[in-house]
């Protein structure tokens, strides 16, 4: 299985003083935020396939964007974005497949089709497992998210050739990885619940996850993500 090897210190962080890059200019760039899980899907994508050399990054401040942003490269004002072939494109797991299919590097998914339509499957529910899992912030996540952690253990075991999805590592993986990561620590901290226990394909996963130095180079401050979720998703005192 490839990795990435590649060590790269990560661009300095554009805010609403920052001046734009030559948007436009031929430069393939994937524009991000760091604290963002979906800008972070593509990321991995970019990491995993070995394009750090091909796609450029560049991180935007959503708590304080470049007004060019919005009016020069992407009016959604979203991450994550890419710039390639003068067009920009959004919305996370489009920006994924579209590298996977128009980059050189490993594929992200698999040639067979079981496989492939299962990623479908699997890909279609993560916004509903982000959602439901949000929600529960409201109340006893303990409770309410726990339906979406077992539907990922027993769709672990659909394959037995790998730690993954798809048994093998693919988009499905990038796709769920983010999130979790989010939610193992929030959930641990404010709820002392771990949503691998008791669920060893899950934690045998996430293990495997963190070996990956595609998805490991693009990995947050813990502590930061944890104040920010206590900061938006907690009653504050």
Known sequence: MAT??????????????????????????????????????????????????????????????????????YPANKVPALEHNNQVLGESLDVVKYIDSNFEGPALLPDDPVKCEFAEELLSYTDTMVGTVFSSFKGDPTKEAVSTFDFLENALHKFDDGPFFLG??????????????????????????????????????????????????????????????????????
């Open 4 to 73: 990435s090897s590649v060590k790269e210190v990560p661009p300095p962080t554009l805010n609403s003083n920052s001046e734009p890059p030559p948007v436009f200019d031929g430069t393939t760039r994937l524009y991000i935020a760091y604290i963002c899980p979906f800008a972070q899907r593509a990321w991995i994508a970019r990491n995993y396939k070995g394009l750090q050399d091909k796609i450029k990054l560049v991180a935007i401040d959503l708590q304080d964007r470049p007004a060019w942003y919005k009016e020069k490269v």
């Open 168 to 237: 093998e590592f693919s988009l499905v993986d990038i796709a769920y990885v983010t999130f979790i990561e989010r939610f193992y620590l929030f959930l641990k901290d404010a709820w002392n619940y771990d949503l691998t226990s008791g669920r060893p394909k899950l934690a045998s996963w996430f293990e495997e996850m963190n070996k990956i130095d595609a998805y490991t180079q693009t990995k947050y401050d813990p502590q930061k993500l944890v104040e920010y979720f206590k900061g938006n998703f907690l009653p504050q005192k």
